[in-house]
Nanobody, 124 residues
């Protein structure tokens, strides 16, 4: 079992930045691909970014490429999402996810483990 706890959400003006963190429990963090998803009001949950267990491979949704950066620190069992040049359309609840499959699969197959989510609101 993997437990995920997100933090770092909040209110920011358009053009600003936020960094989300996701702390995980368990000694198997290094064997999991990690990812971020988001869900805006009245919309489905969408893939945002994923990172392989080693950190060597990353994947992004087209809507965030060049603005968001996913990274991980296996020594701290933590994954991050640096969000720059934020836009009002980035407003959503952001969820951290973990899965034993490849990071590339996270945009296609629903991950096994989810955090509780953290709210990000971008004002115009």
């Amino acid at each position: 079992q993997v437990q995920l706890v997100e933090s770092g959400g909040g209110l920011v003006q358009a053009g600003g930045s936020l960094r989300l963190s996701c702390a995980t429990s368990g000694r198997t963090f290094r064997s999991y691909s990690m990812g971020w998803f988001r869900q805006a009001p009245d919309k489905e949950r969408d893939f945002v970014a994923a990172i392989s267990w080693s950190g060597a491979n990353t994947y992004y949704a087209d809507s965030v490429k060049g603005r968001f950066t996913i990274s991980r620190d296996n020594a701290k069992n933590t994954v991050y999402l640096q969000m720059d040049s934020l836009r009002p359309e980035d407003t959503a609840v952001y969820y951290c996810a973990a899965d034993p499959r490849t990071a590339q699969d996270m945009g296609v197959v629903a991950p096994d483990y989810w955090g509780q989510g953290t709210q990000v609101t971008v004002s115009s």
